[in-house]
């Protein structure tokens, strides 16, 4: 929970993990994991800021404790494109574990084919968050954040926020408008729009 | 010891650590003031930028016996030896 002087929209308080993932009420991370164990190849699909590294974050325990203790952890972005021989490296290093690949659509679709192909000749297990689904991967979860859940997140990182609260709300409101359902694009302008507040209610920052 | 807070990365650096066991409190801790002397360094210097802030503290980790622990952060700022008070 956000404290002090610091921004409540700051990356300590928003990225992945930090604020644990929540299930829907009839769900939890071990029917996730069952359905991935069942087929060995699960993808987790949703658009941007939905939530899907953090449910990877989330789940990590449970994953962990399923397969082993032999689960891999690889994050792809498109600042710097991962190499297929660091893909094929983790292919053998997961031996019979799990590996887990955040932003499979990063990669190329040539990377892509080369690697199911990689795959395919071991006995490692797969999950992947991507943006959009791919066949041979079964969907094992689709990440979606409806206003209420985003809401009810956006009020925790507020509270201790007494004198931003209620601006706080009502900006995120019409923010979470146009950009739904991109909850981290919406909390980076919120962001701003509490480094603007603080600036023109507590003076001068330092400089 | 400082931190970065911000849009991106994040950063951290401890400037001075000391570790006080039990046997430096035979009679616990009364709620008298400890004291903690170091030298800071020339930088980083406190920041407050928009997209970026340099944060400079001093932060209290109490461990307790059923493995607890209590963590107090006093925050405080580092300006240049020129910079106006």
Redesign the interface.
């Known amino acids: 929970m956000p404290h002090?002087?610091?921004?409540p929209f700051?990356?300590?308080f928003i990225r992945p993990g930090a604020i644990p993932f929540r299930f829907p009420q009839d769900q939890n991370a071990d029917d996730l994991v069952q359905r991935l164990r069942a087929g060995l190849r699960g993808a987790i699909v949703g658009p941007h800021g939905t939530g899907k590294s953090t449910l990877i974050t989330t789940l990590m325990p449970t994953l962990r404790h399923a397969f082993g203790g032999r689960v891999l952890r690889q994050q792809c972005s498109s600042q710097g494109r991962i190499r297929l021989a660091e893909l094929h490296r983790m292919i053998a290093r997961a031996g019979d574990g799990l590996l887990v690949i955040d932003g499979f659509e990063q990669l190329s679709r040539p990377q892509r084919i080369l690697f199911r192909l990689a795959l395919a000749r071991s006995n490692c297990a797969l999950l992947v968050t991507t943006h959009q689904p791919y066949a041979w991967l079964p969907v094992v979860w689709r990440t979606e954040i409806e206003d209420r859940l985003a809401l009810g997140l956006t009020a925790e990182l507020l509270v201790g926020q007494a004198e931003y609260y209620q601006r706080g709300m009502k900006v995120f409101q019409r923010l979470w408008a146009q950009r739904r359902p991109n909850l981290r694009e919406t909390w980076?302008a919120m962001?701003?729009d509490y480094?603007t507040w603080s600036t023109v209610t507590h003076g001068q920052?330092?400089? | 010891m400082w931190f970065t807070e911000g849009k991106g990365d994040e950063d951290i650096h401890v400037h001075h650590f000391q570790r006080y066991s039990a046997s430096h409190y035979p009679e616990g801790l009364s709620g008298q003031p400890q004291f903690l002397r170091t030298q800071l360094p020339v930088s980083p210097i406190s920041y407050h930028g928009k997209l970026l802030r340099i944060c400079w503290c001093l932060r209290l980790r109490l461990f307790i016996e059923n493995g607890r622990e209590i963590v107090a952060q006093h925050p405080f700022v580092l300006l240049p030896s020129h910079a106006p008070r």
């Open positions: 002090g002087d610091s921004n700051c990356t300590r980076f962001y701003d480094f920052p330092i400089r």
